[in-house]
């Protein structure tokens, strides 16, 4: 081959010179060379190509040149080693069309659809152009007598550019699915720690460098001009995991500076090192999320990451509003208990006690894999609070029967058994002005069921085994246990002895034993000091 212009040495790419310093900024991450594999059964031909190509340097980026010298060889290679972004492929070398089975095999077997293959071949003959580049997933096919060094020179130049386009392109189809995967995620966090660990996993993820490295803040919005910036500390990883415990970056951190910056400016900063992208919500929260990658971020990957702002915007202001329709439900609950409650002064606490033993017990069954289908993620988070509206119905029942200091006759007991279907009815009315599943559900499900006996001896309806809703299964025990360690109109507190033996006496018949066991478990295993304050 002929050099037609220049020297060997002059082969560096200078094409849009204004706009180099930021091109090699958006691909300085691919700091290896480019990767061409040469694939032809003559050596000459490797030989001439290395010469040719030898001193080429593309965007910043030298060229490495690998060879092969049959199909199978090449292909071994290409199973192998997933960066080689294009190849010089000859047609004739084992067989007459070794080449165009290497092509198939490339495109189908290996799935590789982004290097670019230039087919060379001394026998246009065997494989005419015209079917070829109908037929075969190619980008370009020459002959060997037209590849003087120039157009050898343009023939790379252009593939690697093309490689370079459609990695683009596949780079930002893979950002955008790693975003709305993980847009999805963050709404199902609940807590702000929460949110915050899986925004950093998750924009290490859009990264390609995993957490390490990424930390996130927040402060209040809304500050007086002049008042001193301050910021706390959600969460921290990867190198930055120590700061997790403090209320705001240290002052000598060298990347305090840039983070007060992104909060005065309101806006992101990059600054390689340290890039920190700046998040402000429609309900006036505003983030600081710092990321020390070990490239400089290109515009691909800033774009992305403004884009997953938006996102996080969103999903922080549904988990905000979300907390504030839950904290509303739960002061709801509260308030119709405490309603409950204010007639009866000798059952002060008793609520307080039933939501934690039952929440004790609800973590024990799961510990035990009882329960599997009924233990749900929302069955864990809501029995709690919903045990506490078990006795809601009372508000029904008239005060000589409700204070009634001893026992009730027939007739009062009709009256007193009452209050279970009053709270069942209530409670399942007001549920149904609330979509979904809510504490109100539970509550009417305990408040309805929980004087019902496992072997259906019960009131109101005499339901049997599990029919009876497990919520209701586990405050039937947790409310008489706390019933009869604590004082009432009716009676003195029991000694915790003799209340376990009463558990455990009725275990079977009036309560469910896979609850009896996890009651008693937890109270004379895992929290033996539990009745600590009661009176026995």
Not at 90 to 105: F, I, P, S, W
Not at 381 to 390: N, Q
Not at 444 to 470: C, N, T, V
């Amino acid at each position: 081959m002929n050099h037609e212009q220049g020297s060997e040495e002059d082969w560096i790419i200078e094409d849009e010179k204004d706009d180099q310093s930021q091109q090699q900024l958006d691909t300085s991450f691919e700091s290896h060379p480019w990767r061409l594999l040469i694939v032809d059964d003559e050596e000459d031909i490797h030989a001439v190509t290395r010469l040719a190509l030898s001193n080429i340097v593309f965007k910043g980026r030298p060229l490495e040149i690998l060879s092969a010298h049959s199909a199978s060889e090449a292909f071994d290679i290409l199973s192998k080693e997933n960066d080689i972004n294009l190849i010089l492929l000859d047609v004739v070398m084992e067989t007459d069309d070794a080449g165009l089975r290497l092509v198939k095999r490339i495109r189908e077997e290996l799935k590789n659809q982004l290097v670019r293959i230039v087919l060379r071949t001394g026998q246009p003959g065997q494989a005419p152009e015209k079917s070829v580049i109908v037929d075969y997933d190619i980008n370009d096919y020459k002959t060997k007598t037209e590849l003087t060094t120039q157009r050898l020179f343009t023939t790379v130049i252009a593939s690697l550019r093309a490689y370079e386009g459609l990695l683009s392109i596949e780079r930002s189809r893979i950002g955008l699915t790693r975003i709305l995967q993980a847009s999805a995620n963050l709404y199902e966090l609940k807590s702000l720690k929460e949110f915050a660990s899986g925004v950093l996993n998750q924009i290490g993820a859009i990264l390609d460098v995993g957490a390490d490295g990424v930390l996130c803040l927040s402060r209040n919005a809304g500050l007086r001009s002049g008042d001193r910036l301050q910021t706390s500390i959600i969460a921290a990883t990867g190198t930055y995991s120590d700061f997790s415990g403090l209320n705001s970056l240290p002052a000598d951190c060298e990347w305090t500076a840039i983070v007060e910056k992104a909060f005065t400016e309101k806006k992101s900063q990059f600054q390689h090192p340290a890039d920190v992208l700046f998040i402000h919500t429609r309900q006036g929260h505003e983030f600081a999320i710092l990321v020390t990658p070990p490239w400089p971020l290109g515009q691909m990957q800033r774009d992305l990451l403004e884009l997953f702002c938006d996102r996080i915007a969103a999903a922080f202001d549904n988990r905000y509003l979300n907390e504030q329709l839950q904290k509303a439900q739960e002061a709801s609950v509260v308030a119709l208990t405490d309603l409950a409650e204010s007639r009866d002064a000798d059952t002060g606490g008793h609520v307080q006690r039933v939501c934690r033993l039952t929440n004790a017990i609800a973590s024990e069954l799961k510990k035990r894999n009882n329960f599997e289908t009924d233990l749900t993620p929302q069955f864990m988070e809501m029995v709690g609070i919903a045990s506490i509206l078990h006795d809601v119905g009372k508000v029904a029942t008239p005060d000589a029967v409700l204070l009634k200091a001893g026992g009730h006759d027939k007739s009062e007991r009709i009256i007193m058994e009452y209050h279970a279907l009053a709270g069942e009815t209530v409670l399942a009315r007001a549920a149904t002005m609330v979509e979904g599943v809510s504490y109100l559900t539970y509550g009417s499900q305990i408040a309805g069921s929980h004087h019902e006996h496992f072997d259906g001896q019960g009131y109101p309806r005499q339901l049997k085994g599990e029919e009876i809703p497990l919520s209701a299964r586990i405050v039937a025990v947790v409310d008489v246990f706390d019933a009869l360690l604590h004082r009432r109109p009716y009676k003195e507190p029991w000694t915790l002895a003799d209340t376990i033996a009463y558990i455990k006496a009725r275990s079977g018949t009036q309560f469910d034993p896979l609850v009896v066991d996890a009651l008693l478990h937890f109270i004379q295993t895992e929290n033996p000091d539990w009745i600590a304050g009661g009176e026995h």
